[in-house]
């Protein structure tokens, strides 16, 4: 499921994604498209460790989208992965998906 939001400098914003179990792969495409605005992304697992901070550059290119691929072969964590996105800077309002 894509969230479509928006997020200015200094806010942040939070989404949940439900995980079932049995995956071996997830997927977290955050895509803002304008690679003059910064945003950061922190994920939280269901069991409260935290991924990054993440930045534009983390995929290897600063392209206004983080695509990054979560793997386990052993299964991904079963339960709610939490997204935490933020303004870090942003002119203005920066429109996004994740």
């Known amino acids: 499921m894509t969230v479509y939001d928006s997020v200015s400098q200094g806010e942040t914003n939070l989404h949940g994604k439900y995980v079932g ?3 071996t792969l997830l997927a977290v495409d955050l895509n803002w498209g304008d690679s003059t605005d910064s945003l ?3 994920i939280y697992t269901p069991s409260g ?3 990054g901070s ?3 550059n983390a995929d290897g ?3 206004g989208r983080i695509l990054l ?3 386990n072969s052993n299964g991904i964590e079963p339960g709610t992965w939490k997204y935490e996105v933020y ?3 942003v002119t203005g309002t920066e429109d996004y998906t994740i």
């Open 21 to 23: 179990s049995g995956l």
């Open 49 to 51: 460790s935290v991924l």
């Open 61 to 63: 290119a600063i392209d």
């Open 69 to 71: 691929n979560i793997q």
């Open 40 to 42: 950061r992304l922190k």
């Open 54 to 56: 993440y930045y534009d």
């Open 87 to 89: 303004g870090y800077r």
